[in-house]
């Protein structure tokens, strides 16, 4: 069976990066081959190529080089570039992994093109909150997915909820979490580390760049300036986002304790994660990594996908209210935050599950899709 596994931006990187692995653990006989499909969503070398690098993930075999734009205007650009892809060669089925454009615009193009199957990585998480881009992307994904590779009971039983079969539901765990525990040991500071004097829980890591966010000056101005005067003098390491960039060079927002910086590439990201004392995000994909690595971290958001990583992990939803942030920076510092978890199967074998399911996909045996399916939840997680 050849799967086209397709990529566009950072999160869906760090995604395939496990599959990709396992894929390549399993060897010639477990009769899965690959095309890897690159978007070009993000197509800056700290958005992009580096991670590719830094993984171990190959050269794509197909680059679509979608230029920036408006979300329309990269989702009808990589629906009718892909569709000239999938005219020259067809694959057996089409991956796509979590919830960007990308995965919303090849889904739909496979499955315009004779009904090719497609697998959707990260099925079902759910944020109830409509203004998020991402939220429709994850629905209309779904909506047009034939099998569900989810991250969480929670997952399960949204896809349940909107009708799909559970002989299509298979719960791995969360790919990411792979990516993480296997690139652990390799994080390392960024060249900045010591030019700034900093010191292992003792700064605060910030990233924005949600819309909800960004969009309104004030709105960000008014986040910033929480986060630093709620330090205390303790150092804000903020790697700008370029959404966040263009709105932040219009405003005045300058602190000695706030140290602006580039993106920064996966393992020296996560090594100033891992070592913060907290971390202020609005990214879902942070609150996963920073449960594992029992990170206290504060989302700006007043809803969650992810909600496992604040019944068992490190995360608190705050909005975006200074008063909140303030408050949870003053429980950090003076040490009172939970203890994270690990959620069930976020255990760094998520990649080798799929390729399992993959495995049975190709050779059509029923018997072995349906043992591991949430049919037949007893069993399922006895790969």
Wanted: hydrophobic share 40%.
């Amino acid at each position: 069976m050849e799967i086209d596994i397709v990529a566009g931006a950072r999160p869906n990187f760090v995604k395939i990066a496990s599959i990709i692995a396992a894929i390549r653990e399993a060897g010639p006989e477990s009769g899965i081959s690959y095309r890897l499909v690159h978007t070009g969503q993000h197509s800056s070398q700290e958005m992009s190529a580096v991670f590719f690098e830094q993984l171990s993930i190959p050269e794509p075999d197909i680059k679509l080089s979608v230029p920036a734009g408006s979300q329309a205007e990269m989702t009808a650009a990589i629906m009718m570039r892909y569709e000239k892809v999938l005219e020259q060669k067809r694959p057996d089925m089409v991956l796509v992994v979590g919830d960007v454009t990308s995965t919303l615009a090849t889904a739909i193009t496979a499955k315009k093109m004779n009904d090719i199957p497609v697998a959707h990585i990260e099925a079902g998480i759910r944020s109830g909150d409509w203004t998020m881009p991402e939220e429709i992307n994850r629905i209309i994904t779904d909506s047009v997915s034939d099998y569900f590779f989810t991250p969480s009971e929670v997952a399960n039983e949204n896809l349940i909820q909107s009708g799909v079969p559970a002989s299509r539901i298979f719960f791995v765990g969360n790919t990411m979490i792979d990516t993480l525990l296997r690139h652990q040991h390799r994080f390392h500071p960024p060249a900045f580390w010591q030019e700034y004097g900093l010191q292992r829980r003792h700064y605060i890591l910030l990233t924005i760049h949600r819309q909800a966010n960004v969009a309104d000056p004030k709105t960000l101005e008014g986040i910033i300036k929480a986060v630093v005067r709620s330090a205390v003098g303790l150092p804000v390491v903020f790697p700008v986002h370029p959404r966040t960039a263009s709105i932040l060079s219009h405003l005045f927002v300058q602190a000695p304790n706030l140290i602006l910086c580039p993106p920064q590439s996966y393992l020296e990201f996560n090594y100033l994660a891992a070592n913060a004392l907290a971390v202020v995000t609005d990214s879902g994909g942070i609150s996963e990594e920073t449960t594992i690595m029992n990170v206290p971290c504060m989302t700006l958001r007043s809803s969650t996908e992810r909600p496992e990583t604040c019944t068992l992990g490190t995360n608190v939803l705050l909005g975006a209210r200074p008063a909140n942030i303030e408050q949870a920076m003053a429980r950090v510092l003076r040490g009172d935050w939970a203890t994270g978890k690990a959620p069930f199967l976020w255990d760094g074998h998520t990649g080798s599950r799929i390729v399992t399911i993959l495995r049975g996909i190709a050779s059509g045996n029923k018997q072995l899709l349906l043992q591991h399916s949430y049919a037949n939840s007893q069993n399922a997680y006895n790969y």
